[in-house]
Structures are given as C-alpha cells and as structure tokens.
C-alpha cells in the first residue's frame, strides 16, 4: 500500500497569521516544526495501519518548508517546484492507493484560517461547475481522476466541514477551531499529533483505489479584486472574461482544467502591483 500525502502549511497546528507560513520569517521557523510534526504524525499512523510506502508532496508555496531530518526513516518527500499536478504530484503514476490532504484549508471568499485559494489574496473567489471551490475540492477531483481516494483530511474545523463536501468518507482531524481568519483556538502539538497518527492508521483502511472517475467537462469561474488580473488571465488559451472581474475556462479532464488553474494563477502572480494589487 502506497499513500500520497499533500502538505500544505496555512492548516497546520499553530498556524494563524500569515508570517506563519512565509518562507524567511521567524515565526515560519518555528511553525515548520509543528507543521513537520503534523506530517510526522501522519506518516507514523499510515505505516502502523500497513503502509508499506509514504511519499510526502511538499505543497505550500516555495515548497520547501518541511524538516526532512526530522521525518520518520520510512518516508520519502518530494520537494521544491515545480510539478506537472503541484499540489497532488506522484498521484498520476498508478502506484498510489489513498491521499492524505494535511495542512489543507478552506477556500478563497471563505470563512477559515488563512483562507485562500492558490494565491493568498487577490483571488476572491474559485468556482467548479458552479460550486464555490476550496484547493481540497479541486485537489479531490484531480485525484479522483487517477482513482485515488482522499483518505485523511487535516485543517481547521471549518476545513473539516468542508472536507465532508468533497471526501464525505475520509479521516478529518480539526488541529485548530476558526475565530477569524488570522485568529484559532490551538491544540497543542502534542495533542495534535496524537489525533492524527490515530486517525492515519484508521484511514488506511480507506486506501483501496477505485475505477478513474470520468466527471468532466470541467467549468472553472475565477474572480479577482482588480480588473487587471482578469485581463491577464486572458492570456492563457481558452481563458475568457465571464464577468466584472471574472474569468472563465471550460476543459474535459480534471488534469487539465488544474494545469490551467495554476498557469492562470502564475500569469495573474505576475501582473500585480506591490502596493495596488
């Protein structure tokens, strides 16, 4: 049994501010070792629940923040960018059995810690097929393409609410309860790595892989807080305006509309303004 983990860090335990979670800040120093802990954690319960292979897909921003020296011998990690499936890459392979989304958080116009879709802000809203989409929710459907199952879900407490939307079946494990978006009330490290090695070892029952779903076409809706993002975004083949600030693409697989998403998200990265957005 092979078992993907995608780590994100904005649903980390301990995190709550942006300085948190950005490469070179202090306070990113010291929450990489909780958000490490997190992963450790998982890492420890998918072998007790018979595991025989973990990679772990750093999927939070440089995609460089975790301990690799602090990681259980039996693991292995991918790291750095960048990745034909970013935040899900190893799962196209056919040797994965379940994905473990840690870390996650909900989505951009949500109510969540650190809320954002993709980029932290200026995305203010992600649509699939009409429903209001979380980076859980589009990760959930690329996976599903490959007949993965999501089997553990980490995050805040509304993370988990919104994990039942796309992974209704999954292990969810809350490190953290939603005050605002930049405020939670923690549990401790220890504490949290207790739940989640727990819920790890339950989940890997859930690794039983399944036929490729075949969901598409595949609508996406993003809208940002400048015209000009929009605009950029056009840039992309079959990317158009859809609206005041919206744009809209439409692809048949899920691989393609998420290599969309983020070549949308770089364009739209390039085409702002330190101060103006």
Known sequence: MKILISADMEGATGVTWPADVMPGAAQWERCRS???SDVNAAVLGFFDGGADEVLINEAHSTMRNLLLERLDDRAQMLTGRHKALSMVEGVQHGDVDGVAFLGYHTGAGMEGVLAHTYLANSITGVWLNGVRASEGLLNAHVVAEFGVPVVLVTGDDLTCEDA????PGALKVAVKDHVSRYAAVCRTPARTAAEIRAA????????????????????VELEFDADQLSMAATVVPGVALSGERKVAYTHETMYETIRTFKAVTTIVSAAMEEQYG
């Open 200 to 219: 790890a070892k339950q989940a890997a029952a859930l690794a039983v892989r399944h036929e490729p779903a075949r969901g598409g076409p595949f609508t």
């Open 34 to 36: 909780m958000f490490t």
């Open 164 to 167: 039942l939307g796309y992974a």
